[in-house]
T-cell receptor, first 112, second 112 residues
Framework: AQTVTQSQPEMSVQEAETVTLSCTYD???????LFWYKQPPSRQMILVIR??????QNATENRFSVNFQKAAKSFSLKISDSQLGDTAMYFC?????????FGQGTRLTINP | DAGITQSPRHKVTETGTPVTLRCHQT?????MYWYRQDPGHGLRLIHY???????DKGEVSDGYSVSRSKTEDFLLTLESATSSQTSVYFC???????????FGPGTRLTVL
């Protein structure tokens, strides 16, 4: 079974700084999707970014970008110019032949 | 906004009572999912549906049943609630079997 590991339970940075959240996964599949979801205090799960495994180019969405290392099975999220509204739980998720599998989450706090 | 609503949004019930949570979508998507979210576990799949009357079990299906008699509605039933089922429950939908899922606002269930 696939597993997703987020090794940083909590992180805290100052506003405008850049922060990187780590995610590793374990799979024997070659075709799959990876996602980062954000869960602010409102509890709503919001898709931040997605990456298809067959694409070598790292996905980017405005201030959010990923570093996808397929051989290392690593999928980190970089948030540039962090804002107070980025404060949230962030979940890494893997989807292969089975359903979506989530990591345990990283609680990110952006301080003013 | 993916057009997903969940009801109720909050519920407190007693051990041994039946509980039904409803997920309603306006997108007419084929795939629907029920997850539970607990501290330290991220989100875990309970059951999912790939069409009307077509459902299957997820990772943590024991103690739960589901039904889907219409495309837009996916019901999650706890036949006899237990304290271990105290959790936040999320419904999600997706256009395809693979790819991102869009989440409802969640239901906080407390079983006393």
């Amino acid at each position: 079974a696939q597993t997703v590991t987020q090794s940083q339970p909590e992180m805290s940075v100052q506003e405008a700084e850049t922060v990187t959240l780590s995610c590793t996964y374990d799979t024997s599949e070659s075709n799959y999707y990876l996602f980062w979801y954000k869960q602010p205090p409102s509890r709503q799960m919001i898709l931040v970014i997605r990456q298809e495994a067959y694409k070598q180019q790292n996905a980017t969405e405005n201030r959010f970008s990923v570093n996808f290392q397929k051989a290392a099975k690593s999928f980190s999220l970089k948030i540039s110019d962090s804002q107070l509204g980025d404060t949230a739980m962030y979940f890494c998720a893997f989807q292969g032949a089975q359903k979506l599998v989530f990591g345990q989450g990283t609680r990110l706090t952006i301080n003013p | 906004d993916a057009g997903i609503t969940q009801s109720p949004r909050h519920k407190v019930t007693e051990t041994g009572t039946p509980v039904t949570l409803r997920c309603h979508q306006t997108e007419n998507h084929r795939y629907m999912y029920w997850y539970r979210q607990d501290p330290g576990h991220g989100l875990r799949l309970i059951h999912y549906s790939y069409g009307v009357k077509d459902t299957d079990k997820g990772e943590v299906s024991d103690g739960y049943s589901v039904s889907r008699s219409k495309t837009e509605d996916f019901l999650l039933t706890l036949e006899s609630a237990t304290s271990s089922q105290t959790s936040v429950y999320f419904c999600a939908i997706s256009v395809q079997r693979e790819g991102e899922e869009f989440f409802g606002p969640g239901t906080r269930l407390t079983v006393l």
